[in-house]
């Protein structure tokens, strides 16, 4: 059995893009504009608490999908490399067939 490490490394770049897409959510710049129009309620306070939350968030969840879809795609590569060198070791032995 072949892992199809083409399909592997789509993954690994799909996490990646979610990843990407992750980082472009614009949420906790809404939170802080909520928090700068409702200036001086006690609803300011827990909207920017939300925003920071929120940011906190995306920067682990980020980094997280950044480690998996390199580590994914790096492991398709790797199999690839072995997979290579294991033909032409096989190929050296010179068996007759």
């Known amino acids: 059995m072949k892992l199809d490490t083409e399909k ?3 993954s690994g770049r799909e996490v990646l ?7 472009g959510d614009g949420t906790p710049d809404s939170l802080r ?3 700068e129009g409702v200036k001086g309620l006690a609803l300011q306070d827990a909207l920017a608490a939300c925003a920071e939350g929120y940011e906190g968030f995306k920067t682990r969840f980020g980094n997280e999908l950044d480690y998996i879809g390199h580590t994914v795609i790096a492991a398709a590569e790797i199999i690839d490399m072995t997979d290579e060198a294991a033909q032409a070791s096989i190929a050296r032995l010179d ?3």
Do not use: T, V
């Open 95 to 97: 068996i007759p067939g």
């Open 33 to 35: 504009a909520a928090a």
């Open 8 to 10: 592997a490394r789509q």
């Open 17 to 23: 893009a979610a990843k990407d897409e992750l980082s």
